[in-house]
């Protein structure tokens, strides 16, 4: 049984459809990466896995039950977590606390005390290389920082999936090497399911993912592995406007 099943989902803003008849499985333990272009519908879509939408039409189904209808809170405690691809840490609240909170509302919610949010915080933040700023407040990091910080907020919340939306977005050659190195790892020691988009970062796309989904106004494209799907002229279409990827 996948751990996360998309079948035949759709979400509608008034006349646009969003996300067009989506259907997707992702296995326990695998990466998988999300591309397309901009507006093409890959936010949309994690919304609707992580239930900040519910779709108009289709199911979800995660870790053997079925959870179209459950709120974003049940979803995170049954394993869903998540970054956002615009920051949004709590305002007057530290590092620590920010990550903290994520633990608190994951899947371990209900099961730990306040202290031992701020132990998992804390081993997070490092893992991140936030340390030297674990005290500080969230609102005062850069950007750069605060997309680790929403990795290290996510990774507390101790999921079965994680959902990264475009984590490595403006981060120099470096830091994306060293952010794909890590979630990597974590992925490894922690067997979570990583679902990245990386759309404007091939190669940190290709570096993480084993297989990835196109999506094109909505819909999928095609999917597959990595190397494969992106080799191919229809994705080099939509993805570059041209026929041949770059320096062919
Ligand atoms: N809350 C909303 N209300 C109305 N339209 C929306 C809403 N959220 C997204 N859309 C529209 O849905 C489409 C898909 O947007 P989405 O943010 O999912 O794309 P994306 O693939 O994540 O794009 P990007 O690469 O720019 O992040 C776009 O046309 C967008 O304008
Ligand atoms: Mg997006």
Known sequence: MPLLELDGVSKRFGGLIAVNDVSLKIEKGESFGIVGP?????????????????????????DGQEITELPPYRRAQLGIGRSFQIPRPFKGATVR??????????????KID??????????YIEVVGLHEKRNDEAERL??????????ARAL??????????????????????????????????????????????IPAVMKFAE???????GRKMVEGPTLEVLMMDEVA??????????GE
Do not use: C, Q
């Open 114 to 123: 306040v202290d031992s949010a701020l132990e998992i915080a804390d081993h």
């Open 156 to 201: 507390a919340m101790k999921p079965k999936l994680l959902l990264l939306d475009e984590v490595v977005a403006g981060m120099n050659p470096k830091d994306v090497d060293r952010v794909v190195d890590l979630i990597k790892r974590v992925k490894e020691e922690e067997e979570i399911a990583v679902v990245a988009m990386v759309e404007h970062v």
């Open 97 to 110: 606390e920010n990550v903290a909170v994520g633990a608190l509302f994951g899947t371990l919610s209900g």
């Open 237 to 246: 279409m939509v993805y570059f406007g041209e026929s041949k990827l770059p």
């Open 38 to 62: 901009n507006g093409s519908g890959k936010t949309t879509l994690f919304n609707l896995i992580s239930g900040i939408y519910r779709p108009d039409s289709g199911r979800i189904f995660f």
């Open 211 to 217: 297989r990835i989904m196109v999506m094109h106004e």
């Open 142 to 151: 850069t950007a750069v920082e605060k997309k680790l910080l929403e990795l």
